[in-house]
Nanobody, 129 residues
Framework: QVQFVESGGGLVQPGGSLRLSCTASGITANYYTLAWFRQAPGKEREGVACFSSTDESTWSAGRFPIAGDAGRNTVYLQMNSLTPEDAGVYYC??????????????????????????WGQGTQVTVSS
């Protein structure tokens, strides 16, 4: 069973920065992607960025780049120039495959939530003055 350690959330003023990290353990599959999703109050959970262990490729929905360390099963999300619209609970998620390498599951410009097999508990990001 995959377990996650998510960290880096908190309260920040508008224009500030946060760096989220997620480390997954208990991975037995040969290939995986690790991603960050955000869920704002009353809204759907949406993909923010994704990292593939296969070729260390990345995908980002917009402003926040993701970096990954496949050897440590860890991803980092660098969030700069934060606005109140960026607030929410940020969840780390993993998609696993034993049989073939694969990249981040993106369709129509969005990360597919259904492609992910396990989720972290989330870390709160609050942007307020």
């Amino acid at each position: 069973q995959v377990q996650f350690v998510e960290s880096g959330g908190g309260l920040v003023q508008p224009g500030g920065s946060l760096r989220l990290s997620c480390t997954a353990s208990g991975i037995t599959a040969n290939y995986y992607t690790l991603a960050w999703f955000r869920q704002a109050p009353g809204k759907e959970r949406e993909g923010v960025a994704c990292f593939s262990s296969t070729d260390e490729s990345t995908w980002s929905a917009g402003r926040f780049p993701i970096a990954g360390d496949a050897g440590r099963n860890t991803v980092y999300l660098q969030m700069n120039s934060l606005t109140p619209e960026d607030a929410g609970v940020y969840y780390c998620a993993i998609s696993l495959s034993d049989f073939s390498p694969f990249g981040c599951a993106v369709s129509g410009g969005s990360l597919l939530r259904s492609a992910f097999d396990a989720w972290g508990q989330g870390t709160q990001v609050t942007v307020s003055s």
